[in-house]
């Protein structure tokens, strides 16, 4: 018999009433970059003496990332601007990005209990007991190449980084954080990092691993915004575009060595993915809608080409959909500010 589809589409009431998906401002992160710029003897008013180094670091920073515009690094006396700003909408999570021009081959910033996370962290913790702050835990911020590990015989060696990431984590978790978050892609890092978290007392604290993490083009703007000095890719331990089974027996080995959470990334062209992973795991999956689709998405509505807010909600309905339960995105804010006028209206 002929259906008239139609039927259930005629006002916004029947519509609202069999929507399927919500998108719910509790399942939202947003990720903040907390910046340190040093200066080797420069004593100029705006910087400060780090006691520990012979440099000076600049404070009272706010600047824009190029190629995202509307997201800013900030330095760690600032952050709380934009944590007020994002927690009074109703974000609670938010992902923590170091960025620092102190970089060195062993990335030894990313698991120095001074480094710019875990100074960040102490700072955030202490100033706010309701918000939730997940450490992104990998080397690339940190190390003079730009890989997310150290660097053996010309190859980024699986074995030693992750005994780094361990410490780093580590130290994230010593410094306050309420989760860790490993985005390096080596193989059985989140083995080694639940290792040392339950060793060190610290059995409470989850693992949200980015488990099918794919070598993509869409982490461009990120590369700019972390000031990372890869000259080459990430292609020997980033997954392959072109593979999806793959993404399935990174997500089961993460969840057999302890992660709590799984993670794919990208996320926009990556929904059969979220799909496939969801309809077999039995944790939370997470997506994360990444620089270049931020990017993507402003530069078309800086040009008027495309309504902004719309079509934000519809990317997130959209992670949702496709299966995901926690969503990590550069349009936090908007998307809190959509969601509740859309309710009101
Ligand atoms: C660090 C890391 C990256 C992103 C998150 N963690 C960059 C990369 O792997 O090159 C990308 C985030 C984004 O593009 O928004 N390894």
Redesign the pocket.
């Known amino acids: 018999m002929f259906k008239r589809t139609r039927r259930l589409r005629r006002n916004k009431i029947i519509r609202d009433m069999v929507s399927e998906t919500e998108v719910d401002i509790n399942s939202l992160v947003y990720p903040i970059f907390i910046t340190e710029d040093y200066e080797e003897n420069n004593s100029e008013k705006s910087l400060y003496k780090n006691s520990d180094k012979n440099s000076y670091m600049q404070y009272g920073i706010k600047e824009e990332i190029t190629s995202m515009p509307g997201q800013y690094r900030y330095s760690i006396d600032r952050c709380h601007e934009v944590i007020d700003k994002y927690t009074a909408a109703g974000i609670k999570a938010f992902m923590i990005f170091g960025i620092t021009d102190k970089k060195d081959d062993n990335g030894s910033g990313a698991y120095d209990e001074n480094g710019i996370v875990q100074r960040a962290v102490r700072s955030i913790k202490q100033r706010y007991n309701d918000v939730y702050i997940i450490t992104?835990v990998?080397m690339?911020e940190y190390t003079s190449h730009g890989h997310?590990g150290i660097i053996h015989d010309g190859e980024v060696d699986n074995d030693e980084t992750i005994k780094l990431l361990a410490q780093t984590a580590l130290s994230h978790v010593q410094a306050g954080a309420d989760m860790v978050a490993p985005?390096?892609m080596m193989d059985k890092r989140v083995a080694a990092i639940r290792n040392t978290l339950d060793k060190n007392g610290y059995e409470n604290i989850p693992i949200m691993s980015y488990s099918a993490k794919y070598a993509s083009n869409?982490?461009g703007?990120?590369?700019e915004a972390a000031k990372c000095s890869l000259k080459g890719d990430?292609k020997t331990y980033?997954m392959d575009f072109r593979n999806s089974k793959e993404a399935l027996s990174e997500v089961l080995a993460d969840i057999e060595e302890g992660a709590d959470i799984v993670m794919v990334k990208p996320c926009m062209n990556y929904l059969d993915i979220i799909n496939r992973v969801s309809n077999i795991v039995n944790v939370p999956v997470a997506a994360y809608s990444?620089?270049?689709e931020y990017a993507m998405v402003k530069a078309a509505a800086l040009n008027g080409w495309i309504k902004e807010e719309e079509t934000v909600y519809e990317m997130a309905v959209s992670a949702f959909r496709a299966g995901a339960d926690i969503y990590i995105t550069y349009y936090a804010l908007e998307l809190a500010e959509y969601i509740k006028n859309a309710i009101l209206k």
């Open positions: 992104d990998c690339c997310c985005s390096d869409f982490y703007p990120f590369r990430r980033q990444v620089s270049g």
